[in-house]
């Protein structure tokens, strides 16, 4: 078996005994967790981790969430398939290649200089052209191009960043964990009559999310 065949096989067996097990049911969802190569998004000395059921380190002391994390966060924004959506926190640019194969365009803001451009060079290399990134603080979300259908931070926030709630569209979701430095709750609005709907899912941990609406460097 080849490489990209043996990670294929790694990528239906993640689905199948870390997603559906524990309740990942969009099908849009599973299809894009079994297509985008996660592999591609890790440190090459853990590339035979790319498929396990945790995060991993990906440098500058930042992770690739877990895939199971990484579709929970994917199925609580309730895609259809046209939507404009804001990432904060880019990371390895595996989550933004996640909501690319579901969505019509992704606007992703890192901190990180260096990670923002190892994330375009790899979305870049694999094809993904509604995908546009930038280096600035994530916690001021992305205003240019608001407002968002969706809206979905990977780093844990002490509250919800005034800024995203304000580019966030009506009848929008933002998913975001809320909480303190080393444990959060998964936390999703939705915009209803200009007000957020909270909805609590499940604890969770994350790196924090750095920047003026979020944690001190």
């Known amino acids: 078996m080849d490489k990209e065949k043996h990670f294929e096989e790694e990528r239906r067996r993640m689905v199948q005994t870390q997603l559906i097990p524990r309740g990942i049911a969009d099908e849009s969802v599973l299809e894009a967790m079994r297509k985008v190569p996660r592999h591609r998004f890790v440190p090459e000395d853990l590339i035979e981790s ?47 290649a996640i909501l690319a194969e579901l969505s019509g365009q992704i606007y992703t803001v890192e901190r990180v200089e260096k990670l923002s451009k190892r994330a375009g060079e790899i979305l870049k290399a694999l ?32 509250d919800v960043p005034e800024p995203l709630a304000e580019q966030l569209s009506e009848g929008g979701r933002l998913v975001i964990p809320v909480g303190g430095c080393y444990s959060q709750e998964l936390v999703v609005l939705e915009k209803k009559n200009g007000k957020l709907e909270r909805r609590e899912v499940c604890g969770c941990v994350f790196v924090p999310l750095v920047g003026r609406h979020g944690w001190e460097k």
Do not use: H, R
Request: net charge negative; glycine share 16%; with cysteine.
């Open 50 to 96: 790319a498929y396990d059921d945790c995060p991993l380190p990906i440098g500058e002391g930042q992770t690739i969430s877990q895939p199971y994390m990484v579709a929970l966060m994917t199925e609580c924004l309730g895609l259809k398939g046209d939507e404009k959506n804001l990432e904060v926190g880019t990371g390895s640019g595996y989550q933004a």
């Open 127 to 158: 094809g993904y052209i509604n995908i546009q990134l930038k280096v600035e603080d994530g916690s001021e979300g992305w205003a240019e191009f608001s407002p968002y259908d969706g809206i979905i931070v990977t780093a844990g926030s002490p």
